[in-house]
């Protein structure tokens, strides 16, 4: 049986920490922002600006030209979007027909259900999700405080559910959407990708 | 660490076998009907009747007292209805204060609250819970058509639906109110039981 496993998760629940924990487990590939550097790759755009597409609104405008009409910004913005979304797409075909993984986020899920992916969904409740965040703060992020964390982390859902549905037609984190939904809350993760692991062993 | 694990569960969806394999793989007791009987057993209602009640909505008619006002009729369902919940809430205490157990659905999630049980969700798409019904029919349920039987399932979760949320002020099948969300429709129950229950060992 091929093991191809999607991960969609809730920003701060530790989804990440699973499945690459899950991927050690099982002793195949991980991918996650490997295929944020592909993308750039393949379409000539900064890895930085492909995140931003993808973590920002589907149609949200990215004024990297100047001098040119609204109208006309907002086209190359939706086109260049569009273009980020098709790379992904192939991107991610690729690498599953390639050899078994796991793969972190990125409508992946949708993207490979020719393939009927098992598909997991992380998710814990916000404080825990805030707790885990300021714990691992980058440097940039040192002066944040909890309020503006859990703002944070709410925007960057907003924003994956809204590109997720825009491109799937199907509600991001419902459950019927998925094999699995993991809350993370009150969970060990090591301990959760082990037992998992189990199911394609 | 107690085993305190509650289990809801979609009808059809494989749920109680879930529950009952996962009880056996962990050697521990396994409660769904039983409830159903001690309840009966403190209320003097039968069991049939305290089964409508519970899977009925929470202020449905039950007009088992004849030749009264309606208005009457309804406060005394009401109440009958509450003595129900209130003595499944005592009886399902109980159980949990005895001895590690798995509780098959009666908002044993929330009753149980201060256990802080593990709180499993089974469901599964809708043509293989008619699937899977129809292959387990009871004689009554024989002439059932595949359109009867789909019908007669989403009308016990719609009831159980209120039910839940009559009781506990949450949304059933919500996956924030569950430790685990399992999708059964590509799902070997026996497997994923023997699987999950590696969490608890």
Redesign the interface.
Known sequence: MRKIITVGRQFGSGGRELARRLAEELQIDYYDREILAEIAKHTELSEEYVQNVIECKPHHLYPITVGQSISYVNTYAFLQTQSVYTAQRDIIRDLAAKSDCVIVGRCADYILQDL?PYRI?V?A?IDSRVARCMERRSAQEAAMTEKEMKKQILRLDKNRAKYYSFYTGQKW?D??C??????T???NIK??AA??A??FQ
Request: glycine share 4%; proline share 5%.
């Open positions: 009927n969904f998710h409740d984190g459950p019927a998925y094999d699995l939904s993991i809350n809350t009150n969970c301990e959760m037992v998992i189990k199911l």
